[in-house]
């Protein structure tokens, strides 16, 4: 079999193990959320982070959400880094945002963090941050889900079909999944370009 024909074959697996029901109670959420006029924060980190930077545009403007990711200011982010070091650096930046309950967090992760392991400590010290306050927490994450598996209201699991395309394919279900929240009836409130085009 050529290298195109697994990663399609492996894409095909992961798609057909996506859990619908548990899907719905995240859109359910998301509504929620926006319902109670709560803000929607994006964290990723690596390319999850260009995957956050893509979601809070088409939260914006398909759906109507508020909607922020902290890495989107490089020059924040890296001052908090440089003073305050990198496990802090997104939970200080929704300090600075008066995370509240109303608001709801999506982590996109390959891991989901792992304290232990000292892999994405921000994402973990975000989460637990939100916890404190009370606000909405959802994840798409890929392996075992790490601490965002364990610690979020819904979380989609992203499972492993290859343990060689683990960070690949999780990373690119991100994007299926975050396009199937904007494009749901409950959430999308303006039309996409190309399908309002006459």
């Keep these: 079999m050529s290298y195109a024909k697994q990663h399609l074959a492996e894409a095909a697996a992961i798609l057909s193990q996506l859990d619908p029901d ?3 109670r995240m859109v359910d959420l998301l509504a929620a959320a926006r319902e109670r006029g709560g803000r929607l924060f994006i964290l990723g980190i690596g390319g999850s982070a260009a995957n956050a930077s893509h979601a809070v545009n088409d939260f914006r403007k398909i759906c109507g959400f508020e909607a922020y990711s902290p890495t989107d200011n490089v020059s924040e982010l890296t001052a908090r880094t ?15 945002s008066r995370l509240r309950a109303e608001d709801a967090l999506l982590v996109l992760s390959v891991g ?3 304290l ?5 400590p921000n994402l973990v ?3 637990k941050l939100a916890k404190e306050r009370g606000a909405t927490i959802l994840g798409i994450v890929g392996k075992d889900g790490g601490y965002t598996a364990q610690a979020a209201d819904a979380c989609c699991i992203i499972p492993t079909v290859n343990p060689v395309n683990i960070t690949p394919h999780q990373e ?11 494009s749901h009836p409950k959430l999308k409130v303006n039309a ?3 399908e309002s085009v006459k």
């Design 22 to 24: 548990k899907l719905e």
């Design 82 to 96: 440089n003073d305050e070091g990198w496990p802090t650096v997104i939970a200080e930046w929704l300090r600075g």
């Design 112 to 114: 989901g963090g792992n």
């Design 116 to 120: 232990e392991k000292n892999v994405s």
């Design 125 to 127: 010290e975000a989460i």
């Design 172 to 182: 690119a279900f991100q994007a299926v999944v975050w396009h199937l929240f904007v």
């Design 192 to 194: 996409t370009k190309w």
